[in-house]
């Protein structure tokens, strides 16, 4: 058999080595538009690759050369979030719905506040002598001083936070030893819970509400897998809790020691420890709180008091009438500020512990709900921002601040309201006061600074 002839192709252009005609190279374009051809004579599709449109290809006649465009694909880069980029910006900007909340809610009880401070101080501070307007011009220093305290806890990384998780709670101590030490400490009411630094009187129990909080946000974070191991967790905790409530029921100060033994104890439920050993601690929490409750003699009183306090109007009782009398005028919707009877030096302790009853003689029933709204407000946030964070010693320092704000805030007004017995604790934002305004706008900075750099849903 004669071998078969050759047939006469078309000249073509030498191959590189390792090439096979014009698209032996996967990835490299083809020359023609229609279908190439091999060595062989066998027709092949094209190869998809750079410059080609992915999908079906438009048929040709054979022969006819058609020049398609060279499509080049320009790379892009995308931004990493930073500080530096508009990523970083745009997420500030459009922020999450919880940092608005928690930031509308501060802001609102804050200026709420002002005016209620006026409203009940204006009256007693001529009677002492003073300006009008001597307490207002204060709690304004204070708040100036608060907010640029709450700005700067915002920007502090949690991190930053954490490492003074023994300095904190130790520091405090120290002071809450010096506040007892005759001398050093400031006596009012027959309480000693300052100490003086020139015109500034420092309060160092309000410092211990953030330390516990610190530490024990720590300790959880750090025995996560094991949060009820007894000696790891439960005992350091108690031990912790003892000694601070201890040296704050040495002032005494009964309204704060309760709001760190809540704090403690919420922070435990949250997290996981047994019921078993929650209820037993708490148990025995409870049985020291009630022996320091009936064994001053003040306190026992003001305790049986709360029972019927218009049986006792002209002795233990009379603060929380002419707080009922106080809310009861106010009506729906108030006497307007500076209307209300505490004006007049009605209700005593009208700018601090009371400042509730002022806000329901001013702006009525409604005005005293805006202000449990917004502490409600206040709670749903703080929870949210905690359950959003993956760092679990933020996680748990949310809880633990969120926690003392809401239960200082429903001990305090149901106080007020003879809900509760009367502890002295002043109301969230609201109270006259510069220690307890200031570490408060700390622990709400610290829970914006989590939302802000949180990022927002959807």
């Keep these: ?95 999450s719905l919880e940092f608005r909340v928690m930031l509308l809610a501060v802001a609102g009880l804050s200026l709420i506040g002002l005016p209620m401070v006026l409203s009940a101080s204006a009256v007693p501070s001529v009677l002492s002598g003073s300006s009008p307007y001597s307490m207002f011009e204060r709690q304004c220093m204070f708040m100036a001083g608060a907010l ?26 120290a002071l809450l030893v010096a506040v007892i030490v005759p001398g050093v400490g400031q006596n009012a009411g027959g309480s000693a819970r300052w100490i003086a630094l020139g015109p500034i009187q420092l309060q160092p129990s309000e410092l211990m509400k953030i330390s516990i909080v610190v530490f024990a946000a720590d300790l959880l974070a750090r025995r996560a897998e094991r949060p009820d191991h007894w000696a790891g967790v439960v005992r350091p905790l108690l031990i912790m809790l003892a000694v601070a409530a201890g040296l704050i029921m040495a002032q005494p100060d009964l309204g704060t020691a309760i709001v760190i033994t809540c704090i403690t104890f919420v922070m435990m439920f949250a997290a996981g420890i047994r019921l078993r050993i929650l209820g037993t601690t708490a148990g025995l929490a409870s049985v020291g709180c009630g022996y320091f409750a009936l064994h001053a003699a003040y306190r026992r009183d003001r305790l049986l008091s709360f029972v019927n306090p ?16 106080t ?13 209300s009877a505490t004006t007049w030096g009605f209700l005593p302790n009208a700018h601090t512990d009371f400042v509730f009853a002022v806000i329901g003689g001013n ?13 409600a407000a206040f709670g749903w946030a703080g929870l ?26 429903v001990i305090n007004v149901g106080g ?35 939302a802000r750099r949180q990022l927002p849903a959807g």
Excluded at 363 to 375: E, N, Q, R
Excluded at 427 to 439: D, E, K
């Design 1 to 95: 058999m004669a071998p078969p002839v050759a047939t006469a192709t078309p000249p073509a252009r030498p191959a590189r080595p390792g090439h096979t005609g014009h698209t032996g190279h996967p990835g490299r374009r083809s020359g023609v538009g229609g279908p190439s051809t091999t060595a062989t004579g066998g027709a092949r599709r094209p190869l998809a690759g750079r410059g080609t449109r992915s999908g079906p290809v438009a048929s040709v006649r054979p022969g006819v050369r058609v020049r398609q465009p060279v499509l080049k694909a320009v790379p892009t880069r995308e931004a990493a979030p930073g500080p530096s980029t508009g990523v970083r910006r745009a997420t500030v900007r459009q922020s």
């Design 416 to 450: 007020v309201i003879d809900a509760l017995p009367v502890t002295g604790i002043p109301l969230p934002f609201i109270s006259y006061g510069g220690s307890a305004l200031v570490v408060e706008m700390i622990g709400a900075g610290l829970l914006l600074g989590m």
């Design 148 to 173: 640029v305290a709450g700005v700067i806890a915002s920007r502090v990384p949690m991190r930053t936070m954490r490492r003074f998780r023994f300095l904190l709670p130790f520091g405090v101590m």
């Design 327 to 339: 809310l009861g005028m106010g009506g729906i919707g108030g006497n307007g500020i500076g209307g």
């Design 310 to 325: 218009f049986a006792h109007a002209s002795g233990t009782g009379y603060q929380v009438v002419q707080s009922l009398s």
């Design 384 to 409: 949210r921002i905690a359950a959003k964070e993956t760092d679990p010693f933020a996680h748990y320092a949310a809880i633990g601040i969120t926690c003392w704000i809401v239960c200082q805030a």
């Design 363 to 375: 702006l009525g029933l409604l005005g005293s709900l805006s202000v449990i709204v917004l502490f």
